[in-house]
Every structure is written in C-alpha cells, then in structure tokens.
C-alpha cells in the first residue's frame, strides 16, 4: 500500500507557519538537524529522509533577511 503524497503547498505552509513563530520568538533562523534514527524534522518541513546520513534544514525568517 501506497500513501498519499502531501504536496508541496503543505511544506510551504509548515515553512510559513514556523517563520511566523521564529518572528514571534526574535529568532533570525530556525535550524534542525536529522538523523536516519530521528527524521522527523527534515521529513516534517522538506520530506527528506536521511538514509545512513545526517540533515539540517535551515528555514531563515524572511523579512529579516537583506
């Protein structure tokens, strides 16, 4: 059995929705790191999961940016 795939308006949302707490927070950047073991955050805002490997995403608040 298949799952469904989430498409990528879902991902932009999560992205958004966490820029918005990153602002509330007074952070300039959010960054996350992933492991085979633990994927959940690079699966959760870039559905990547990192096989035999590790992962960051790194989700910048945008307006604070030059």
């Known amino acids: 059995m298949r799952t469904q795939m989430i498409p ?3 991902y932009e949302r999560r992205v958004t929705r966490l820029q918005g707490r990153d602002d509330q927070a ?14 959940a955050s690079s699966r959760y805002l870039a559905d ?19």
């Open 8 to 10: 990528d308006s879902d």
């Open 26 to 39: 007074d952070l300039d950047v959010l960054l996350t790191y992933s492991s085979e073991s633990e994927p």
């Open 48 to 66: 990547f999961w990192p096989f035999f490997d590790f992962a960051g995403v790194v989700v910048p608040v945008r307006d604070r940016l030059p």
